[in-house]
């Protein structure tokens, strides 16, 4: 028997982790301290994104260690379909206190993606416990993100993360997304602008027929496929007009823009609305251990309590009690620190800081966002708003840049159509001071320099 042996070289061959990149082993994180993490070899990195802007309270707070040791020494975990625990109910009770008008109750999950597919789910089985089985289309927004899993990339508007996979894709509908730098016409103000493509959705209901839409699905400030776009005034209130008169439940997906890292403790309230659903994640827990939920109007729980009696859908971590232990710990953190008003004071100073260091920078586009949730799009052309080609990669390039001079920025590719633009995210801990700020802005403008000098730019 003649045997082949793979002559090509073995990338990651130190390790048996498949990790995202197989051509490449990440350092290992062996400490965290406040916003800082530190690496084997002992270097810090400045974590101006919170990872994916998750870690809301950095790496070390005492007080949501202590709870989650204080509950592992209770009981870690039980199976929440024998069980409820204290921290469970807590946390839900917590929850829909600090929630937006009409949510009622709280169902948990172990993060952003499980929240997408609990709330597609909920929606369709709302309209089976009202007697409208019919109702079975999905709208969502281009170049908007909603999880990994098949059903939330299906309703995920990047086309480049969708592609490969669209073949095990159910059907979804995408209309514009709220992009006021590309897309507002000169004679548009803001909020005809906003009303403009607000309208899409009536349009799409009335294409697909407006009995058998069931959902609509939005961040209310788009995170990393467009790099912190946020909505103009108006557009949100015409979005809840539409869904009410036809009949379409509003999903609302703050998984990223949620849980205080816009200055409110949710995005929406900043547009005087509430959602049907809203998917939360990320700042629920700042990562201290895995969890998200799903916050559940009214008339959808009663419907389901008077109808079947109860959610067809479930996973094993689900209400895990350690997990909610952190969370509330998190969110206690968040309220009693008083971590929002300086979310407000230092989302200003991160983007004045950009403003004065980068506005006039010959390829910086534009720089947006809300409190500690901010985009820097990049530009070939300042005049035109030509993206980078890219074959030049300059999003990867700009985050290899940062990461080496020590800060954690969110670099993504793909901003105006899932293949063309590069922006920068910047989500950093809710507990950032304002030399923190500065120190950020001057990173990333070093980063900026090293990359357009290597391409012969500078």
């Known amino acids: 028997m003649t045997t082949v042996s793979n002559t090509n070289p ?77 921290a469970m109910e807590e946390l839900a009770d917590e929850l829909v206190a600090n929630a937006p008008a009409g949510m009622d109750k709280v169902y948990f999950v172990s993060g952003g993606s499980e929240a997408t597919e609990a709330a597609l789910k909920m929606a369709r089985q709302y309209f089976l416990e009202i007697g409208q089985p019919d109702r079975k289309y999905v709208i969502a927004r281009r ?47 803001p909020e005809t602008y906003g009303l403009r493509v607000a309208n899409e959705l009536e349009t799409a209901i009335l294409e697909l027929g407006a009995d058998s839409v069931a959902a609509f699905v939005a961040e209310p400030v788009v995170g990393a496929t467009a790099g912190a776009l946020a909505p103009v005034p108006g557009y949100f209130k015409r979005i809840r007009e539409i869904c009410d008169q036809y009949g379409v439940l509003l999903i609302l997906d703050e998984v990223m823009c949620g849980m205080g890292r816009t200055g409110t403790l949710h995005a929406i309230e ?44 479930g996973h094993t971590y689900q209400g895990h009690a350690t997990a909610c232990a952190a969370a509330l710990a998190t969110q206690r953190a968040i309220r009693d620190r008083d971590l929002l008003g300086n979310v407000v004071k230092q989302g200003e100073n991160l983007v004045n800081g950009l403003q004065a260091k980068l506005g006039q920078h010959p390829f910086v586009g534009d720089i947006r966002g ?20 890219p074959a ?67």
């Not at 870690?55 to 024998?82: E, N, T």
């Open 392 to 458: 030049l990669k300059i999003n990867a390039k700009i985050k290899k840049a940062a990461f080496a001079r020590g800060l954690m920025a969110y670099p993504m590719g793909g901003t105006i159509d899932g293949v063309r633009g590069d922006h920068v995210l910047f989500a950093p801990p809710f507990i950032v001071t304002e030399d923190d700020v500065t120190k950020i802005v001057d990173l990333f403008a070093a980063a900026l320099d090293d990359v357009f000098a290597a391409e012969g730019l500078a």
């Open 143 to 189: 170049q908007s993100y909603h999880g990994n899993t098949l059903g939330a990339l299906s309703v995920g508007g990047n086309m480049w993360r969708r592609k490969q996979f669209e073949p095990l894709l159910i059907t979804a509908s995408h209309i514009a997304p709220v992009y006021q730098y590309r897309d507002q016409r000169p004679d548009e103000t």
């Open 270 to 313: 900043q547009e005087g609305i509430s959602g049907d659903l809203q998917t939360i994640a990320k700042g629920l827990g700042a990562g201290y251990q895995p969890i998200g939920a799903v916050l559940v109007s009214k008339k959808i729980n009663d419907a389901i309590a008077t109808g079947s009696g109860f959610f067809q859908h």
């Open 370 to 389: 809300r409190g500690l949730f901010r985009g820097v799009e990049l530009v070939a052309n300042r005049e035109t708003k030509d993206p980078f080609d």
């Open 10 to 86: 073995v990338p990651n061959a130190t390790t048996r982790v498949l990790h995202r990149s197989s051509t490449a082993t990440p350092p290992r994180a062996v400490r965290g301290e406040g916003i800082y993490i530190f690496d084997q070899n002992g270097k810090s990195y400045l974590d101006a994104c919170g990872g994916a802007a998750v870690s809301c309270l950095g790496h070390s707070d005492p007080d949501v260690r202590a709870a989650m040791h204080a509950q592992i020494d209770q009981i870690a975990y039980a199976h929440s379909g024998f069980f409820s625990s204290d």
